[in-house]
Nanobody, 123 residues
Framework: QVQLVESGGGLVQAGGSLRLSCAASGRTSSSYSMAWFRQAPGKVREFVAAIDWRGVSTYYSDSVKGRFTSSRDNAKNTVRLQMNSLKPEDTAVYSC????????????????WGQGTQVTVSS
């Protein structure tokens, strides 16, 4: 079992930055691939970024590529999402997820989910 807790959300003006963190606990959580997803009101859940268990390979959606950076510190069981040049359309609840294998962009491949943290970007 893996428990995930996100933090770092908040209200920021367009063009600003936020850094989200996802603290993982539980059995061998450092060996899981991790991802960030987001869901805005009235919209389907959207893939944002994924990172392999070593922190070597990352993948981003086209909508955030070049603005967001995912990283992980396995010694601290933490995954981070640095979000720069934020836009109002980035407003959503951001959730981290863990997969025992490579989860990729499909949320169905992730076995564990956090509760999410709200990110609001004002124009």
């Amino acid at each position: 079992q893996v428990q995930l807790v996100e933090s770092g959300g908040g209200l920021v003006q367009a063009g600003g930055s936020l850094r989200l963190s996802c603290a993982a606990s539980g059995r061998t959580s450092s060996s899981y691939s991790m991802a960030w997803f987001r869901q805005a009101p009235g919209k389907v859940r959207e893939f944002v970024a994924a990172i392999d268990w070593r922190g070597v390979s990352t993948y981003y959606s086209d909508s955030v590529k070049g603005r967001f950076t995912s990283s992980r510190d396995n010694a601290k069981n933490t995954v981070r999402l640095q979000m720069n040049s934020l836009k109002p359309e980035d407003t959503a609840v951001y959730s981290c997820a863990a997969s025992r294998s490579y989860g990729g962009m499909n949320g169905d491949n992730y076995e564990y989910w956090g509760q999410g943290t709200q990110v609001t970007v004002s124009s």
